[in-house]
């Protein structure tokens, strides 16, 4: 894959180790670009922690290929995540049958490029470009993700989760556009949980209310930590919880402890970490990454025998901190309809695709007409089970 190319007086660079890279070139980039400066998970420090830790690299199958956009001075005016991808995992939007019906006509799917925050289906800018960078930044950068699948007869060139104004431009630019959907709890302006609770019908406020009794009789303590609060300690026992949980469900956890440890030692002040204590020992933990303005639902980890602690650890404490805090949003992931009726309502999400193979970008590109209609009716369906009193 060739490391650099020209384009309208821009050198554009391949950059394999993030670090190459100075953090504040990176992030006057993301803190330009508009929603930038609170998504926690673009800064340099989170994309550094998952390089240097081993949850990124070769091995894993997250190979790190960053664009880089630079001036004839070589001041950085744009970048993007990027990573060469030789299996389907930790992208949260599922193309497994792409890459069968490719391998059965006879092509290789893999390896493909993939623009993502790995592990991480939260919607952000993909586009990272400085304010004052000629209007051809973000066009390049398109140009060069999908010139890079042909030039290297990959099958395509994947952007997950971009938000709406990227998504825009690449499907602008002839990709492929395709719609998920995510499940956020938006701040009304309420005043204290009560106050969001009495937005509820009965019955649900009922049931959200008994849970939260549980956990609180069931003689766990629970605390919501941040910045210098956590400790080694409560990274151990996250570490521990997380790769039991992951070793239950998904069979191999993606993230070492070394990552949760520069975590810790980087971004303390965008960690926001709820754990429990049953007596001495620590059997549950939700780590949660904050924005200027949102808090993000990430990883669980925890025992099963404790009835609610999951919606207590992960859902409720959550909306007790964005309260306490003033912020506007709580994203709670991909996956799991059981939110909605914890009170996070589905939201659309999008993905961008670039299929440089002739025969498979027909094949998707009818399967994601068919696929879109579907997944609107599912949003309509899904919103009747709000637990939210209707106006």
Same mark, same amino acid.
Request: hydrophobic fraction near 35%; glycine fraction near 10%; charged fraction near 25%.
């Given at each position: 894959?060739?490391?650099?190319?020209?384009?309208?007086?821009?050198?554009?660079?391949?950059?394999?180790?993030?670090?190459?890279?100075?953090?504040?070139?990176?992030?006057?980039?993301?803190?330009?670009?508009?929603?930038?400066?609170?998504?926690?998970?673009?800064?340099?420090?989170?994309?550094?922690?998952?390089?240097?830790?081993?949850?990124?690299?070769?091995?894993?199958?997250?190979?790190?290929?960053?664009?880089?956009?630079?001036?004839?001075?070589?001041?950085?005016?744009?970048?993007?995540?990027?990573?060469?991808?030789?299996?389907?995992?930790?992208?949260?939007?599922?193309?497994?049958?792409?890459?069968?019906?490719?391998?059965?006509?006879?092509?290789?799917?893999?390896?493909?490029? $993939?623009?993502?925050? *790995?592990?991480? *289906?939260?919607?952000?800018?993909?586009?990272?470009?400085?304010?004052?960078?000629? *209007?051809?930044?973000?066009?390049?950068?398109?140009?060069?993700?999908?010139?890079?699948?042909?030039?290297?007869?990959?099958?395509?060139?994947?952007?997950?989760?971009?938000?709406?104004?990227?998504?825009?431009?690449?499907?602008?630019?002839?990709?492929?556009?395709?719609?998920?959907? $995510?499940?956020?709890?938006?701040?009304?302006?309420?005043?204290?949980?009560?106050?969001?609770?009495? &937005?509820?019908?009965?019955?649900?406020?009922?049931?959200?209310?008994? @849970?939260?009794?549980?956990?609180?009789?069931?003689?766990?303590?629970?605390?919501?930590?941040?910045?210098?609060?956590? %400790?080694? @300690?409560?990274?151990? &026992?996250?570490?521990?919880?997380? %790769?039991?949980?992951?070793? %239950?469900?998904?069979?191999?956890?993606?993230?070492?402890?070394?990552?949760?440890?520069?975590?810790?030692?980087?971004?303390?002040?965008?960690?926001?970490?709820?754990?429990?204590?049953?007596?001495? %020992?620590?059997?549950?933990? &939700?780590?949660?990454?904050?924005?200027?303005?949102?808090?993000?639902?990430?990883?669980?980890?925890?025992?099963?025998?404790?009835?609610?602690?999951?919606?207590?650890?992960?859902?409720?404490?959550?909306?007790?901190?964005?309260?306490?805090?003033?912020?506007?949003?709580? @994203? &709670?992931?991909?996956?799991?309809?059981?939110?909605? $009726?914890?009170?996070?309502?589905?939201?659309?999400?999008?993905?961008?695709?670039?299929?440089?193979?002739?025969?498979?970008?027909?094949?998707?590109?009818?399967?994601?007409?068919?696929?879109?209609?579907?997944?609107?009716?599912?949003?309509?369906?899904?919103? $009747?089970?709000?637990?939210?009193?209707?106006?």
């Amino acid at each position: 894959m060739p490391d650099v190319q020209e384009l309208d007086n821009l050198s554009i660079d391949l950059v394999d180790d993030i670090r190459s890279i100075p953090a504040s070139d990176w992030d006057a980039c993301l803190l330009d670009t508009p929603g930038g400066a609170d998504n926690p998970f673009l800064r340099h420090a989170f994309l550094a922690a998952m390089e240097s830790s081993g949850s990124v690299g070769s091995d894993t199958g997250w190979d790190p290929r960053h664009v880089a956009v630079r001036d004839g001075t070589g001041r950085l005016l744009g970048v993007t995540p990027l990573y060469v991808k030789y299996h389907s995992y930790g992208e949260y939007v599922f193309d497994h049958g792409w890459a069968n019906a490719l391998d059965q006509a006879g092509g290789n799917y893999y390896p493909k490029l $993939q623009s993502a925050v *790995p592990f991480t *289906p939260v919607t952000g800018p993909r586009l990272l470009v400085r304010a004052d960078a000629p *209007p051809g930044v973000h066009g390049a950068i398109i140009v060069t993700l999908s010139g890079l699948a042909r030039r290297n007869d990959l099958s395509g060139t994947h952007v997950t989760f971009p938000n709406e104004a990227d998504h825009d431009r690449f499907v602008g630019a002839g990709w492929l556009s395709r719609i998920g959907t $995510q499940y956020h709890w938006d701040n009304r302006g309420y005043r204290s949980f009560d106050d969001f609770l009495g &937005a509820f019908s009965s019955r649900k406020r009922k049931m959200v209310r008994k @849970e939260r009794q549980t956990v609180a009789d069931s003689g766990l303590r629970v605390f919501t930590l941040t910045g210098s609060d956590v %400790r080694d @300690e409560h990274w151990d &026992a996250f570490d521990r919880l997380y %790769r039991s949980t992951s070793d %239950r469900k998904w069979g191999s956890p993606y993230l070492t402890r070394e990552f949760f440890f520069q975590l810790g030692q980087d971004m303390a002040d965008r960690v926001v970490l709820v754990m429990a204590r049953d007596g001495t %020992r620590w059997v549950g933990g &939700a780590l949660n990454m904050l924005g200027e303005t949102t808090l993000y639902g990430r990883n669980w980890g925890g025992s099963e025998a404790y009835p609610f602690l999951h919606f207590e650890a992960c859902y409720y404490r959550a909306i007790d901190f964005a309260i306490e805090r003033g912020l506007t949003r709580v @994203e &709670a992931g991909a996956q799991g309809e059981h939110k909605i $009726q914890r009170g996070y309502l589905p939201v659309k999400t999008f993905s961008a695709h670039y299929i440089a193979h002739r025969g498979l970008r027909f094949a998707v590109t009818d399967f994601l007409l068919k696929e879109r209609a579907a997944m609107e009716e599912h949003m309509a369906e899904l919103m $009747q089970e709000s637990p939210y009193r209707q106006a």
